[in-house]
């Protein structure tokens, strides 16, 4: 795909977002790792975080950032492309603003953040915006310190091939399929990247990532009330395939 390329979805993507925002403010963010994916009360992933210092990748609203300040983090780094989100974000951390650097731009980019310094980058619900992969992970290892984490969730890619039509749940698209597309889940322009869970391991190995965990657990609910099948995200369709991965890695020591 050529530059010009790449820059126009990303232009096409932030106008979206800027416009959408508030409908998202704090949807998917810290303890939650995406729909039906366990909590990380329960997974532990990030351990003991007071007094480091975190970057987070596509932080939207702010929301996981707050999570991270209220653990006591000494110092809150934030990436993202929406102005709107950035605002949103800023406000919500108003308390916190003598350690919070926010810059806004596409996570394909090096921002000119300091490398070789973040003790945890992570990013919850953003990554699959990437029109880049190989190089936002590059930008990624470059911030991290030798030892750091990096930590991230997005919705897994079995999850858009599968729907739900005459009462069952039918494969509609090639799991083999990767590439930049138009969500179906949006009726404005999103060009999200298809990438199969086995690209996203393989292009962390290549930067140098350690793999330390891959989550595909699914948490159901206690229901009540019956669950519609047919919306994105269904208590149906999670109980057959997980809407959530995380993935948890380091940068080796040397
Ligand atoms: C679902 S929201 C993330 C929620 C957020 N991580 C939280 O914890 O509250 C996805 C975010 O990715 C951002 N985004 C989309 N494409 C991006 C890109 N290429 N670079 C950086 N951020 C991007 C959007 O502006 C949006 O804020």
Same mark, same amino acid.
Request: charged share 20%; net charge negative; aromatic share 12%.
């Given at each position: 795909?050529?530059?010009?390329?790449?820059?126009?979805?990303?232009?096409?993507?932030?106008?979206?977002?800027?416009?959408?925002?508030?409908?998202?403010?704090? &949807?998917?963010?810290?303890?939650? +790792?995406?729909?039906? *994916?366990?909590?990380?009360?329960?997974?532990?992933?990030?351990?003991?975080? *007071?007094?480091? &210092?975190?970057? @987070?990748?596509?932080?939207? #609203?702010?929301?996981?950032?707050? !999570?991270?300040?209220?653990?006591?983090?000494?110092?809150?780094?934030?990436?993202?492309? #929406? @102005?709107?989100?950035?605002? *949103?974000?800023?406000?919500?951390?108003?308390?916190?603003?003598?350690?919070?650097?926010?810059?806004?731009?596409?996570?394909?980019?090096?921002?000119?953040?300091?490398?070789?310094?973040? @003790?945890?980058? !992570?990013?919850? =619900? *953003?990554?699959?915006?990437?029109?880049?992969?190989?190089?936002?992970?590059?930008?990624?290892? /470059? =911030?991290?310190?030798?030892?750091?984490?990096?930590?991230?969730?997005?919705?897994?890619?079995?999850? /858009? &091939?599968?729907? =739900?039509?005459?009462?069952?749940?039918?494969?509609?698209?090639?799991?083999?399929?990767?590439?930049?597309?138009? #969500?179906?889940?949006? /009726?404005?322009?999103?060009?999200?990247?298809?990438?199969?869970?086995?690209? =996203?391991?393989?292009?962390?190995?290549?930067?140098? +990532?350690?793999?330390?965990?891959?989550?595909? @657990?699914?948490?159901?609910?206690?229901?009540?009330?019956?669950?519609?099948?047919? &919306?994105? !995200?269904?208590?149906?369709?999670?109980?057959?395939?997980?809407?959530?991965?995380?993935?948890?890695? #380091?940068?080796?020591?040397?």
């Amino acid at each position: 795909m050529s530059i010009t390329t790449q820059e126009e979805f990303i232009q096409s993507n932030k106008k979206s977002w800027d416009e959408v925002a508030p409908r998202f403010f704090g &949807r998917t963010a810290l303890p939650t +790792f995406g729909p039906f *994916a366990p909590l990380e009360s329960d997974l532990n992933l990030f351990g003991e975080v *007071a007094n480091l &210092r975190v970057l @987070d990748i596509g932080c939207g #609203s702010g929301h996981s950032l707050e !999570y991270m300040a209220s653990r006591g983090v000494s110092e809150l780094w934030g990436i993202d492309l #929406s @102005d709107t989100q950035l605002e *949103a974000a800023r406000n919500l951390l108003k308390a916190n603003e003598s350690i919070l650097k926010l810059f806004q731009g596409p996570m394909e980019n090096d921002h000119g953040l300091p490398h070789h310094y973040f @003790d945890v980058v !992570y990013s919850i =619900y *953003a990554i699959g915006w990437t029109v880049d992969l190989r190089q936002t992970l590059h930008n990624v290892f /470059n =911030y991290l310190k030798p030892g750091g984490v990096f930590i991230f969730s997005w919705e897994h890619p079995l999850h /858009n &091939r599968i729907k =739900y039509e005459n009462d069952s749940f039918v494969v509609k698209k090639s799991y083999h399929e990767e590439g930049i597309h138009q #969500s179906e889940a949006w /009726n404005i322009p999103a060009m999200m990247n298809q990438m199969k869970l086995s690209t =996203y391991i393989n292009e962390l190995i290549q930067t140098g +990532f350690q793999i330390e965990r891959v989550v595909e @657990d699914v948490v159901i609910p206690e229901q009540t009330e019956p669950d519609n099948p047919m &919306r994105w !995200y269904s208590l149906e369709k999670a109980a057959l395939i997980p809407p959530t991965f995380i993935i948890k890695c #380091s940068k080796p020591q040397k």
